[in-house]
Nanobody
Framework: QVQLVESGGGLVQSGGSLRLSCKAT????????VGWFRQVPGKEREGLGC????????YYGDSMKGRFSLSRDDVEDTVFLEMNNLQPEDTAVYHC???????????????????????WGQGTQVIVSG
């Protein structure tokens, strides 16, 4: 069973920072491109960005630009979402996702990165207090 696990969420004051982590428990995450999303109850899931396998090519959603960044450590087999200057509107559950189909091994994020996923983590809650 494919399993992704996010961690690093929590309660932070406005203006603070968090670094979220995404790890895989049943496969090698470094082989795959990984996307990050966030979900607020009652709202549509929002795509934040995608980081490619191999070369780390990045795609960012509009809400990520300037305050958030993606990185990956293939030795630790972990993908990170660094979030700075957090605001109350960033409060959400944050998910990482990937597509572990054989055709996706070693493939970069594509222009359709918002939709290229078949495996999702349970998410980590981020709460930003004003």
């Amino acid at each position: 069973q494919v399993q992704l696990v996010e961690s690093g969420g929590g309660l932070v004051q406005s203006g603070g920072s968090l670094r979220l982590s995404c790890k895989a428990t049943t496969f090698t995450l470094s082989y795959y491109s990984v996307g990050w999303f966030r979900q607020v109850p009652g709202k549509e899931r929002e795509g934040l960005g995608c980081i490619s396998s191999r070369d780390g090519t990045l795609y960012y959603g509009d809400s990520m630009k300037g305050r958030f960044s993606l990185s990956r450590d293939d030795v630790e087999d972990t993908v990170f979402l660094e979030m700075n200057n957090l605001q109350p509107e960033d409060t959400a559950v944050y998910h990482c996702a990937t597509d572990v189909s054989p055709l996706r091994v070693g493939k970069p994020c594509s222009p359709s990165w918002l939709y290229d996923y078949d495996s999702w983590g349970q998410g980590t809650q981020v709460i930003v207090s004003g």
